[in-house]
Nanobody, 120 residues
Framework: QVQLQESGGGSVQAGGSLRLSCAAS????????MGWFRQAPQKEREGVAA??????YYADSVKGRFTISRDNANHTLYLQMNSLKPEDSAMYYC???????????????WGQGTQVTVSS
């Protein structure tokens, strides 16, 4: 089993930055692919960024503004979010799965989520 715990959400004004963290209980083949997803009220969940062994994936809406990274030694995934917009407001979830990676695959493990609110 894999436990994932997100942190770092909060409220920020448009143009501001936040860094989300996701602490994983293990770092092995079960978490070789890790990603960030978000869901706003009355909207479907969408992939934001994902990181596999080699490849990195970003939603078009966040390219150039968000950066995904991981610290394998500390079993932690990060999402640096810059130039935030009100439309980035959502509950952000961390997820993990074995390879392959991306958005069009089913993730096995999910965190509880952390809320991001961007005001105009």
């Amino acid at each position: 089993q894999v436990q994932l715990q997100e942190s770092g959400g909060g409220s920020v004004q448009a143009g501001g930055s936040l860094r989300l963290s996701c602490a994983a209980s293990r770092n092995d083949y079960l978490t070789r692919c890790m990603g960030w997803f978000r869901q706003a009220p009355q909207k479907e969940r969408e992939g934001v960024a994902a990181l596999g062994a080699v490849l990195t994936y970003y939603a078009d809406s966040v390219k150039g503004r968000f950066t995904i990274s991981r610290d394998n030694a500390n079993h932690t995934l990060y999402l640096q979010m810059n130039s935030l917009k009100p439309e980035d407001s959502a509950m952000y979830y961390c997820a993990a799965r074995p390879l392959p990676c991306g958005f069009a695959v089913t993730y096995n493990y999910w965190g509880q989520g952390t809320q991001v609110t961007v005001s105009s």
